[in-house]
């Protein structure tokens, strides 16, 4: 007689659809003999909730943004934690963890803790003096509490370690392989064949991205097209400013897209930008999806030097660096790169064997030891 399949809740704060690191944990759980109930929020412009070999819950709020916003999810996914019977749960993110960790201390269900992103150094938060002071004791008062915490990169785990004294594992967006059997053509996705693509793409693009720097750059750059791909704080800010700029030829925005969809833009772009300021410990250190997501669809990248993209740049050779946010410089880095046909030749080679390398079927095995004591 099989056993009972035990239950993990894993909450976020987001509408699901695109969070790969999310996803790719819950379908760990679920290949685990787990049973998974992912639980986020449905927002106005949400996609539809593609399915799932997991149960997906997403509650719908009365704010969507600001303090109120955050009060409401959190208050709501205690509630939800409370009267809900489960193992094990797994907190993606500090404004997740308070209600999860209460839970854990009235019901004594075991909690993972997946902190995406050094949260309070956000540029979003770390200028906000008494928003940051309250998401900082929020997490200064439960992170030296926790057992089992993971996190995106090892300069973050070193912080989160020398601060709290907790060890910290470290599990990189890697995407897994995808077993995509046509990709699609540039005239099939109503891509030019005459010019040089440029792609964008996240779920947050915000603030102190350089997503600004880089539209500003298209002005001195007639035989490319920049597509960004996806949502975020600027997005609307940035479509003036195309418009502005007389742009809307050489700028494409195409919304949040599912992730088949995504990789065959991706796949048919010419170089991959990730160009973050250093202007905060969140960004310096990130390690973001897109990196990988380029890196798996075999394009060149174009990145600013922060410490861990540059990392794996210089390991792989798989790209370079821009000295400067100055637009002049951004355009006369593209064009320089993309025209040194030699050097993109060895980068899509050496892409290659970094794909192989960056493997999730590796990288997921950090996961599953940390997992495989609540089995």
Excluded at 82 to 92: G, M, Q
Excluded at 172 to 180: A, E, G, M, V
Excluded at 261 to 278: E, P, R, S
Aim: aromatic share 8%; charged share 25%.
């Amino acid at each position: 007689m099989q056993g009972i399949k035990k239950t993990v809740i894993v909450s976020v704060i987001n509408d699901l659809v695109t969070d790969q690191r999310v996803e790719k944990t819950c379908m760990l759980l679920t290949e685990m003999g787990f049973q998974v109930a992912l639980v986020g929020r449905r927002k106005k412009e949400s996609l539809p909730m593609p399915s799932k070999p997991y149960k997906t819950s997403r509650m719908r709020l009365i704010f969507e943004k600001g303090p109120l916003f955050y009060a409401e999810y959190n208050l709501r996914l205690f509630l939800l934690l409370l009267f809900r019977k489960a193992s094990l749960l797994v907190s993606n993110d500090l404004d997740t963890l308070l209600p999860n960790y209460l839970i854990y201390r009235i019901k004594k269900i075991p909690i993972v803790y997946d902190s995406h992103e050094l949260f309070t150094e956000t540029p979003e938060v770390i200028h906000r003096k008494f928003v940051k002071s309250v998401w900082g004791k929020i997490e200064r008062s439960i992170f030296p509490k926790l057992r089992d915490v993971i996190t995106v990169s090892e300069s973050i785990a070193d912080i989160f370690t020398a601060k709290y004294g907790v060890d910290v594992k470290v599990v990189r967006n890697i995407p897994p392989k995808r077993n995509i059997k046509t990709t699609k053509t540039r005239k099939e996705l109503d891509l030019p064949e005459d010019k040089k693509i440029l792609v964008l793409q996240g779920a947050g693009i915000n603030i102190q991205r350089g997503a600004e720097e880089l539209i500003d750059a298209m002005q001195y750059l007639d035989q490319y097209l920049l597509l960004v791909i996806g949502g975020g704080d600027v997005i609307e800010s940035l479509k003036k400013q195309a418009s502005d700029l007389n742009l809307n030829n050489q700028v494409r925005f195409i919304p949040k897209q599912p992730i088949e969809t995504l990789i065959q833009y991706t796949k048919n772009a010419d170089l991959g930008l990730t160009i973050d300021k250093d202007t905060n410990l969140n960004y310096r250190y990130s390690l973001p999806n897109k990196l990988f997501d380029y890196i798996h669809a075999g394009i060149p990248i174009l990145a600013s030097p922060l410490v861990e993209i540059s990392k794996i740049i210089a390991k792989y050779n798989i790209g370079t660096t821009i000295d400067s946010h100055d637009p002049k410089h951004i355009a006369e880095k593209l064009k320089k790169t993309l025209n040194n046909k030699k050097q993109l030749n060895i980068w899509k080679e050496n892409l290659k064997f970094a794909a192989e390398d960056l493997s999730w079927d590796k990288e997921k095995m950090i996961l599953k030891e940390i997992y495989q004591q609540y089995a």
